[in-house]
């Protein structure tokens, strides 16, 4: 799992030999040294980044709020005293949460408000100062808001299941219940394959794999590096990560710098003077400038400039045809691909059981469960992780592994150098954006 900061908490040479069907099992047979280590005897459980206790096996994946049609309408008042009511309900809670569980407080609440508006209205400047308009029009029912709003303070459900999206590096990607929201410091795996794929230039044209992918984001962030070499696969065994990752990924572009951007700025046609966003959204003309096909489908590497009311971005087609989404457990969909893989990346569970009942609210009583327990001490899905790297990476091979912090770190670098002698070299722990011992990396031999 990805963590946050109310997470922080804080071979032998027969490993050749190891069949693909006991992998499954693999961390059971590690070593006496591994087991004393933990003080049990872990069992690796047949579990994804982003299972879910959710009774949901199907779902339809909603286009997130700033990319709906702007359907509704509401008059100034109306929605200004919906303004007023949800305003006096974030400052209600003052700092309750944070006091209770690190928690968001009011200022944070209010931040978070104003998305939402962002979001709603299909032009959030009518609210400004001097403005005539007297009837809104909104991407969501009014009613609906009310309800939106009361859900986020009385029973803390996380605001990006609220707007349908979370903003993780360039790329707005959707998010639902079941599904694990990607957190910012995961964002380094990216930068940290980026890295080795400048210094080794046949791990760029290789086959690259995010295990436990939930959304994507790690997936289609490798997919973009890339480029037109090598490709991606990104396995999952909860259905539901599977359908939002394979809408994730269809949705084929990123949108550049603006971390808060307006629904101009996914854009699948031009026609006449509007912009025809995803999802058929249509929003304010614009002035089309650039070159490049920018038909229905887009092609890749095309790039269109939009410059309107909004700031203006970049717009960049990938070739979705790189990236793959296959359901199933951990390394189960890759068995043909044993000792051929470049590289492999995975945000996996890693919070000790123990630790799930005092996470923050929006963490622990929304997300999936699943995607966050890693077993007593945490470490069950990882030492999996690092059991299939031993074989199923080519060699040179690269992996990126995210942990709870340091003590995680230094258990699986002394569990490869120990059970996985000789297997491996370059292994690196790996600091997160706030300087916490959170990356474990390193090559096949």
């Not at 954006?433 to 090559?443: K, L, S, Y």
């Amino acid at each position: 799992m990805a963590s946050s900061s109310t997470l922080k908490n804080e071979s032998s040479s027969s490993t050749e030999e190891m069949n693909l069907s006991t992998l499954a099992r693999a961390t059971s047979l590690s070593t006496g040294l591994a087991l004393r280590t933990l003080h049990r005897s872990i069992t690796c459980k047949p579990i994804s980044c982003s299972s879910t206790l959710y009774s949901l096996t199907s779902i339809n994946p909603k286009t997130p709020l700033f990319l709906r049609s702007p359907d509704f309408t509401a008059t100034l008042s109306d929605f200004q005293k919906w303004q007023n009511w949800a305003k006096t309900l974030a400052l209600s809670v003052n700092s309750s949460f944070k006091d209770s569980d690190n928690g968001p407080d009011s200022e944070i609440l209010l931040r978070e408000l104003s998305w939402l508006i962002e979001d709603a209205l299909e032009n959030p400047q009518s609210l400004s100062t001097g403005s005539q308009v007297e009837v809104l029009r909104l991407r969501a029912d009014l009613g609906d808001l009310y309800t939106l709003w009361k859900q986020r303070i009385e029973i803390r459900r996380p605001f990006q299941y609220i707007v349908g999206c979370e903003h993780w590096r360039d790329l707005v990607l959707s998010v639902e219940e079941g599904v694990l929201i990607p957190r910012p410091e995961t964002e380094l795996i990216i930068d940290l394959v980026c890295d080795v794929i400048n210094q080794n230039v046949d791990l760029k044209g290789g086959l690259w794999v995010d295990l436990g992918t939930g959304s994507a984001a790690i997936a289609i962030g490798i997919g973009r590096i890339l480029g037109d070499t090598g490709r991606v696969i990104a396995t999952d065994l909860s259905p539901i990560a599977v359908q939002v990752a394979e809408f994730n990924v269809k949705r084929g572009v990123y949108l550049g710098e603006n971390r808060r951007p307006w629904a101009v700025q996914l854009i699948r046609a031009v026609s006449g003077d509007s912009v025809t966003c995803e999802h058929d959204a249509v929003v304010e003309p614009a002035k089309i400038s650039g070159e490049g096909d920018n038909s229905k489908d887009g092609s890749k590497d095309d790039e269109l400039k939009v410059s309107c009311l909004y700031p203006t971005f970049q717009l960049k087609y990938f070739d979705k045809d790189k990236i793959a989404v296959k359901q199933g457990s951990w390394f189960d969909p890759l068995t043909e691909f044993q000792g051929q893989v470049a590289g492999i990346v995975s945000n996996p569970p890693y919070i000790p059981s123990g630790h799930i009942n005092g996470l923050q609210a929006e963490v622990g009583r929304h997300e999936p469960i699943l995607a966050l327990d890693g077993g007593e001490n945490g470490m069950s899905e990882l030492l999996h992780l690092c059991n299939g790297a031993a074989f199923m990476l080519k060699p040179g091979g690269f992996f990126a592994f995210e942990t709870n912090g340091e003590d995680q770190c230094r258990f699986l670098v002394d569990h490869m150098e120990s059970v996985y002698r000789n297997s491996f070299y370059d292994l690196r722990i790996v600091p997160d954006f706030a300087g916490i011992r959170r990356f474990v990396t390193g090559n096949r031999t």
